[in-house]
T-cell receptor
């Protein structure tokens, strides 16, 4: 069965600290990978996506993620977090063909302390 | 920038009542999804449409939930009767180029 796992449920960091959120997926075939962010009171927004090509993907607001096929991972990183990055982050995956059913992880709540 | 529209934004109902949610995807998006997101969890797919056809409703509790997209544009999700456990955020999304765009959601509270 298709699944996405996020191992960190709640992360607390001080401003300027580096961030890495883990994401592992279990999918058959070619996979598309996503990170979404949900700021307090706002709807889900796409941070970045990987379909093919360079496994290091850069997204908005200084975020990046690296697709490591051998580890079935797509971890999210940011070198220096800001208070405004406080949000919930969701990793998601879909099959790259057909009807592209998307499966989400359970999310990681990031709290950045000023 | 075009957005996915949903209404209502909030709904409070009593158990055993019927509720309905509406979604208008971004113009031209053929694929539409309904998700349920329980507090503290990720979105869970309820139903996926390709134009007016259902392509995945395996996680939809069909004894009480129904969804339609009659003309392949906007869509309605209905719950009848609502149960306490249905309290959640109901999200609609549409897709272009493999990327989903989400609406603001309808937060349902069943008392």
């Amino acid at each position: 069965a298709q699944s996405v796992s996020q191992h960190n449920h709640h992360v607390i960091l001080s401003e300027a600290a580096s961030l890495e959120l883990g994401c592992n997926y279990s999918y058959g075939g070619t996979v598309n990978l996503f990170w979404y962010v949900q700021y307090p009171g706002q709807h889900l927004q796409l941070l970045l996506k990987y379909f093919s090509g360079d496994p290091l993907v850069k997204g908005i607001k200084g975020f990046e993620a690296e697709f490591i096929k051998s580890k079935f991972s797509f971890n999210l990183r940011k070198p220096s977090v800001q208070w405004s990055d406080t949000a919930e982050y969701f990793c998601a995956a879909s099959n790259s063909g057909g009807y592209q059913k998307v499966t989400f992880g359970t999310g990681t709540k990031l709290q950045v302390i000023p | 920038e075009a957005e996915v529209a949903q209404s209502p934004r909030y709904k409070i109902t009593e158990k055993s009542q019927a509720v309905a949610f509406w979604c208008d995807p971004i113009s031209g998006h053929a694929t539409l999804y309904w998700y349920r997101q329980i507090l503290g969890q990720g979105p869970e797919l309820l139903v996926q449409f390709q134009d007016e056809s259902v392509v995945d409703d395996s996680q939809l509790p069909k004894d009480r939930f129904s969804a339609e997209r009659l003309k392949g544009v906007d869509s309605t999700l209905k719950i009848q009767p609502a149960e306490l456990g249905d309290s959640a955020m109901y999200l609609c999304a549409s897709t272009a180029g493999g990327t989903q765009y989400f609406g603001p959601g309808t937060r349902l509270l069943v008392l």
